[in-house]
């Protein structure tokens, strides 16, 4: 279904609720074991010291945001394929938030807003996922050691510490799109091919996450998702013949992708401009029009986490 204005806070809040009130007129979800330790440990390491940061302009504190944010990620992923299963590996996720507790502290030595303000979004955002957090790093702490009281991740727990981490990666999605829109320059000279290649690559996951955002939130904000796909049609082209294999291998994935999405999506594009046009209030979206561009979206996402991956391993 269309609409026009959203707050996605609201719907979010929203679905949470209703998740809520779901699970308890149908009793429980299903608990989440602890996967089986294979040999519990005497002790185990404290937490490391976080680190102080000292920056001067946002460009400079960019690439801390970018990794804070996949740093996030895996620990969100740990628990979803944990929860997926049904059975947490308590040692990848204790590994997984001493990792983020191992993230710097940001301080911002200009007076400039913007750069002041990204660096408060990212102390707030770690900070945010160590105390949502922290009960069940505890907890599969005590497991690791073999002192657990049970062998189940505490329902609480678990929703406490994913939701966490959830709000926390919107935080820095959003301070990266505000960088991304507004100040940061785009696919300058002075940036190298590979530079810019992965800026691209970059930015074209950033426009199908947000397009794929629409549809999860159970509703799709037309001009929003018109805008998305013409920022995504826009993205550049770039010579790579100079490049070496790597390079040229992920451009290719890179168009493709792209391609894939635009294809894809292109009935919900036409359909959602068609509404605009048609004064109606709202429409109901055909089910083959959503589900062909929701898939799409997810395949060639998953493509460019892999691309970004390799790339971003090689210094680029």
Not at 15 to 24: D, G
Not at 190 to 206: K, N, P, W
Not at 250 to 270: C, G, N, P, W
Request: proline share 5%; with cysteine; charged share 25%.
């Amino acid at each position: 279904m269309y609409r026009r204005f959203v707050n996605h806070r609201f719907w979010l809040c929203l679905a949470l609720v209703l998740l809520l009130c779901t699970a308890c007129e149908e009793g429980p979800l299903p608990p989440v074991k602890i996967a089986p330790i294979a040999e519990p440990v005497a002790s185990l390491p404290e937490l490391p010291e976080r680190a102080s940061l000292t920056v001067a302009t946002y460009a400079q504190l960019l690439p801390d945001i970018k990794e804070t944010k996949r740093t996030l990620e895996r620990l969100g992923g740990q628990m979803d394929m944990g929860f997926d299963r049904g059975a947490l590996d308590c040692q990848t996720y204790f590994d997984s938030y001493r990792e983020v507790a191992g993230l710097p502290v940001v301080e911002v030595t200009s007076d400039d807003a913007l750069t002041q303000h990204t660096a408060e979004e990212h102390n707030t955002a770690v900070s945010h996922v160590l105390e949502t957090s922290r009960d069940l790093y505890l907890h599969c702490g005590e497991a690791l050691k073999g002192t657990a009281t049970d062998d189940y991740v505490p329902t609480q727990q678990g929703a406490l510490s994913r939701w966490g981490v959830a709000e926390s990666v919107d935080r820095l999605e959003t301070v990266l799109w505000r960088l991304n829109e507004e100040q940061r320059p785009e696919y300058t000279d002075y940036q190298g091919v590979e530079a810019q290649l992965l800026q691209a690559i970059e930015d074209a996951l950033h426009y199908m996450e947000l397009m794929g955002g629409e549809f999860d939130q159970g509703s799709v904000t037309a001009p929003e998702y018109i805008e998305f796909y013409d920022k995504l049609q826009a993205l550049p082209e770039f010579d790579v013949s100079a490049l070496d294999p790597v390079s040229q291998h992920a451009y290719a994935k890179y168009r493709e992708a792209v391609d894939h999405v635009l294809e894809t999506s292109k009935d919900q594009y036409l359909h959602a401009k068609d509404f605009l046009v048609s004064g109606e209030e709202f429409r109901w979206i055909p089910t083959l029009t959503w589900s062909i561009a929701r898939k799409g979206i997810a395949d060639a996402s998953s493509e460019l986490h892999q691309v970004i991956d390799q790339l971003s391993s090689r210094g680029y």
